[in-house]
């Protein structure tokens, strides 16, 4: 299976791309083939498509190995032990098909592991046991303009298969067709708005089936009546903006009109640049502050007292260097401001590189240099850090919460993000 982000392919047209939120351009240690913080999906150069074809009633297992051993890709969805239903699935010319999982087996193009909150190490990413499906979900795209793309719940395997388990929930729709979800489920939000921009509102998440139809969330899945209840009128469409949530790492769909209005990467890192050779200065030290697209650890940062890294006081947004004035009970965590004498943690402020993050601003030339989330000090636009703290996300076991698109680190409740306060007003409201 072809590579969809080889140099062989990029003059094909590309339908746009997933992005894993909680990496800041790159997984930590780098991306590594696959396994990567953004996918690019391009045209393919033959369609590898799908389209259901028939359906079989199996009523032994001779009859389910004979048709899903045979040379076409299947589901199969198990009524009961001497029942079966296995639809059949034919080339589909016209689409494109994208998978998505942990696997990495050689039909997943996009190989995505449990988003772990503030890593900074390729080690870091490594969980005791993950919750992301090997065949999580596959996307189709139109090989036609407006290249529309749809995402459905699971992915097949090596043997071209999809199994849906006596136990795992399935049911006819009212086509008498087959359809079923995943044991841990594949849930999507659209945005509330045209364009993914500060004026664009969250919805509800809901819930994808293996067939493509979407859901409302009831209070408990195994209790849901999907069969009875109609689909909602939300549909799997991809739009820009559209969050898709694995059941433990959550991708943001962009569009490629939609990454239009997006600064580019040389762009974050030449406002970076004008703001550092502004030279900027800490107003204790007195000393030029750099911010670093890569700080220093939390190690070496808290152990010298003269790094010319910036640091932002998380309760106020002065920004100040590394120094030791204000440090109360031998607690990071609790630092009196000398400006303003507010209490509160001091981190070094990072920038936010990832361009796929940043949302439309309602005003010209907006910079992307003056705020920074909080608790983890990435740095980011105004109209960025609006956007993303209204954004709730599902959070392991603690229910939907906001974010960071940077690091995934739960922001604020009380106050998500701050204005960047620098000693000589770089930044003015």
Known sequence: MPDINTNEEQQQINYGELVVLGYNGQIPGGDR????????????????????????????ADEVQKLTQADFHSISYTLSRNQTVVVQYSHDEDSDMFQIGRSSEN????????????????????????????????????????????IFAAGFDASKNIFLGEKSIKWKN?????????????????LDGYQFDTNSKPSKWKEVSVGGSVFDLGEGRLKFNYQL????????????GSLIDLCGATLLWRSVDGLKNTPTRRLLELELDQLNSKKPQCPVGLNTLIIKTHPLSSTSSTSSSSSPNAFVYLSC?????????????????????????????????????????????????????????????????????????????????????????????????????????????????
């Not at 999906?41 to 079989?56: E, F, S, V, Y």
């Not at 209840?229 to 820009?240: A, V």
């Not at 392991?396 to 974010?403: D, R």
């Open 229 to 240: 209840t109609p689909p909602s009128t939300t549909d799997n469409i991809l739009k820009d």
């Open 107 to 150: 039909q997943i193009d996009c190989i995505v592991m449990d988003t772990v909150a503030g890593a900074k190490t390729f080690d870091d990413l490594t969980v005791p046991q993950s919750t992301i499906s090997r065949y999580a979900c596959r996307i189709v795209v139109s090989r036609h303009p407006p290249y529309t793309a749809r």
């Open 317 to 429: 947004g002065h920004v100040h260097g590394n120094h030791k004035w204000g440090v109360r009970n031998d607690n990071n965590e609790s630092r009196e401001c000398p400006l303003c004498r507010t209490i509160g943690p001091l981190i070094p402020i990072i920038p936010g590189i990832e361009p796929a993050f940043y949302v439309v601003s309602s005003t010209d030339n907006e910079s992307t240099t003056s705020y920074a989330f909080q608790p983890c000090g990435h740095m980011t636009s105004q109209s960025t850090a609006l956007y993303w703290s209204k954004i709730k996300v599902p959070y392991g076991t603690k229910g939907l919460k906001s974010i960071c698109p940077f690091c995934s680190v739960a922001l604020s409740e009380t106050k998500p993000f701050v204005r960047l306060i620098f000693q000589d007003s770089i930044h003015r409201q």
């Open 33 to 60: 083939g696959r396994r990567k913080s953004k996918f690019q999906l391009k045209q393919r150069a033959q369609a590898n498509g799908l389209k259901a074809q028939r359906q079989h009633l199996c009523k032994n």
């Open 174 to 190: 009212e086509h008498n067709e087959m359809d079923g979800v995943t044991t841990n489920g594949i849930l999507v939000m659209h």
